[in-house]
């Protein structure tokens, strides 16, 4: 029942029939309060009221200093005593009142009288520490904010610390943080009672009152989740709240109100294996995906994961998605970034991945490797992609519990994928590329790299500010992250992706080489005393050389270091960043957490440089791209062959080569347009295989030969819309 009016109503009232009871006219109220909790409502009444007030500060004797000549409130923060004389003649023609917060809180309550002497003597019966809390308690609930509490809403939060609710209290907090006092335990189990949860009734022990609430509020979750009520034991069937039934189960309502650090703690209580809540109902239903909404018991979860493993293994990887992305984002809604959530978003990844190298072969014509591979919205880059991501997100089931299934399983699944199926796919791969290579050419008809400045010259030449950012072994997948990162950052740029056929074979010397600026020019790459070298125009471009070609042609040359940042100011800029190359060749500790450090760096740079100098358009490019491999890889160790000039671990190079040697032929019939008449190249399309050449490097990270991860560039063009 809810109150009938506030404190400051109630000390109204109180004082006014003081007054009007006085025999003096102007009359003097002595208003003793035990505790002193009053003195602000007090005082606001009286002014109100239109009576001087003075509060005794530390002995009632202060306010006998000055003799009251109108009428006035004499407000004492002490309990009542009778022996003090001088008090006599207030009593004898002005009003004594005896109120403490306790007493007036009761007074709010005059329709339940008897029940609200409970909060009365709660305040009298609570220790000197805990006065402070009830009468806040009372004060705060009785000021009017708000609106009127109800008479049990004050004796929950007298009793539970301050909280209103006591199934959330439960819930939350759990047995350590009931109170120690069995009478109090009590009220709570009452109380826990009163507001439905019927499966404590006749408790005393406070562990048992806390598992037989949580146990009931799950089951009331999962009755919203689509569970048949019938199957539980009758104290825990959920009642209807109203004519549509269960609108908000408790748990939902706890979990969406705290803050994420409490979520995480709450996820260890509602999804550990170790307290499973309806383990015998949930290990017997006939499709666990119907419940998939509730987010709580860890027997559901383990059910779940059970049923998306078994359809994994049946090759459903569409209805694993599906499910995987059903469970993640459930969960994330309710607890946030918790090991369960990342374990179901990696099972999201796997899925997709599965998925992927299942259907590769079934995108496009499979007769053009630069459009397969290419695509911006549907090429397989989307498979180098995935396995990049699924690697770089670690191993989150290490930080479930043990007896989670996903500890003994993904593992296995993400280890099949990224070690045994990529690396069939990489084979696969090569082997088309080596057939449209020797039937013709994957090659006629695309953008060349080695163009692109002359295809471009009408943008690059129209006097706009234009900043180009040249980025080694930006790999496609890569440069799209780019492109979406700054489709996020910075809406107002127009953003587009598109394939461009980079230099064979794709190393830096040739790659940069090949986006070299400048008008309509001649490039080439031919074999001089053994050594194969790019030409412009008859002559090696050195990396000295393109920076004078650069600057020749109104670029400023920025390369990344710290001393040559400046510069961003002009109209035309050409910024190099090599780290990802440095880090493919030298960091491979962290393989894929080095290069998600990388990407973010040059996002990071990117997004600065267009957002702060407001460029008309701007290029991020690529020299080439690189294969990555699984961790553990045993790799094919091959002689080149006797005619070969030039040897590098994935090329070899002479004028005699024929088609026997190792790889795939690359000469005047594969029609790149550069290659010298008596230039032959062998690059290798087989991912595990090397030339030897002063030994092996790395084997997670190359680049140097024929498939398309190395040599299908995604060029990204931003402007101004």
Known sequence: ???????????????????????????????????????????????????????????????????????????????????????????????????????????CFENDRLQAASIRTAYEDAAADDRDHVANILRQGLDGDGGLPSLQALQTKIVLDGHEDPVQFVLEH???????????????????????????????????????????????????????ASVLEAEYRPESRSGLGITRPELQSLLSKVGAERSVELAEIYLDPSTRFWHDVLRTHEDPWTLADCPVDASLEHELWDDWTQSFHDGEYETCATKASRRQERLESAYGDVPWTQVWAQALEVANLAHELETWEERSDTTDVVELYGDVDDGTWQIDNAVFNLIISGEPEQFLPDEHPATATLDDVRTSLTESRYLEYLSDLGDLVVDQIEAGSPFVGENYAHQFFNQEQEHLQSGQSVALFIVDALRFDLAHELAESVRRELPSLEVDETPWVGTLPSDTEFGKAALTPGGKFSFNIELDDGELIPERNGRKITNYQREQLLKDDGWNYIMQSEDQESGWGETRVAFYWNDIDKAGEEELTDFEGVFSDRIDEITRIIREKLGNNGFDRAYILADHGFVSLPQNIDIDDIHPPDEAEKVTRRWVAGKNLDEDAPGVLLDENAHLGYLDDETKISALADPIQRFRNQGLPDARFYHGGVLPQEFVLNFVTITQE
């Open 174 to 228: 759990g047995a350590e943080n009931l109170p120690e006092d069995a009478e109090d335990l009590l009220k709570i189990r009452d109380l826990l009672v009163d507001k439905g949860v019927t499966a404590v009734a006749g408790v005393t022990d406070g562990k048992e009152l806390v598992r037989r609430t949580r146990r009931w509020a799950v089951a009331e979750w999962l009755v919203d989740a689509g569970l048949n």
């Open 1 to 107: 029942m809810p109150a009938t009016k506030t404190l400051p109503q109630s000390a109204t009232e109180v004082l006014e029939r003081a007054i009007d009871d006085a025999p003096d006219d102007d009359p003097v109220v002595l208003w003793w309060d035990d505790g002193g909790y009053l003195r602000d409502v007090v005082e606001r009444v009286s002014q109100s009221l239109g009576c001087a007030f003075y509060a005794a500060e530390q002995t009632p004797l202060e306010l006998r200093e000055d003799a009251p000549r109108e009428q006035t409130v004499w407000y004492v923060p002490q309990p009542y005593t009778d022996d003090v004389d001088w008090f006599r003649d207030v009593e004898n023609t002005g009003g004594v009142i005896e109120q403490h917060v306790g007493k007036l809180a009761a007074h």
